[in-house]
């Protein structure tokens, strides 16, 4: 079941790309949605107008209603090799992008749908949309990062109750356990991912690229590894081009105008 280009980026003048599930109504994540994902990441990855990443649904109904369900049949002999591997590689994609990106939840998203927006940093919810992980119903459990996820963002307890009933929990409940970051007014979601993104934008794209790293690897670092990373980043952004203006606004008593690239910085090659 497909329709339009499954999925779409366009990059507006603030330099925020708005990454669109483009399968309506339900935007399914079907075989070929993932392999759109995956190379609209590669994209986005290189594209240096990107500073900021919008993750949403295209039309009113869901945000991604989760795996389409009639593929079942052709991947269930080899479902990691036919399809899970790749859906995996995509959520990571997400979550591995150089740029901050913000989920705007313009409706329901579930299963599949909802590991998408955890792989991303920020998730801003539609007052009418529901989240959940429903895999349970139909036999099997979230195979594309709910399982580690999920965890991460709610604590273990309130994973286990999302994952073992598998019942959506509505917009209020999702920000009463910090699932989401806020609950939009019905319809605008997305202007309120956008409204965030644009204020993003303006930061220091590098700073914000290596905090976006730099918490994304303490998961799996020590204290030491975690504080060495934090140092070599320091050195990057001490080194860097964003410095300059932002010392000499605080003196100006001016608002900041930083326009440096996240790859415009001292050093050539990451530290390692």
Known sequence: ??????????????GVAVLMLNNPPLNLNTLGTID??????????DDDRVRVVVVTGAGDRAFCAGSDISEFAEVRDDVVSKKLRKENCAFTAIEQLPQPVV??????????GAEIALACDIRIIDEQ??????????????????VFRLPRIVG?????ELLYTGEPIDAAEAYRIGLVNSVASHGDALESALKLARTLASKPALALSLMRAAVRESV????????QRTLDYS????????????VAAFFE????RFTAGRRDHASNERTS
């Open 156 to 160: 273990v307890a309130r994973a286990y």
């Open 129 to 146: 949309a529901r989240i959940g992980f429903p895999e349970v119903n139909l036999g099997v459990f979230p195979g594309s990062g709910g």
């Open 220 to 227: 799996t670092q020590n204290t030491a590894e975690a504080t």
């Open 103 to 112: 989920a705007a939840l313009n409706g329901s998203a579930l299963g599949g």
């Open 235 to 246: 050195h990057w952004v001490f080194t860097g081009p964003d410095i300059a203006e932002g």
């Open 36 to 45: 759109k994902l995956l190379e609209a990441c590669r994209t986005l990855t």
């Open 253 to 256: 008593k001016r608002a900041p």
């Open 1 to 14: 079941m497909t329709n339009g280009h499954l999925v779409d980026y366009q990059v507006d003048e603030h």
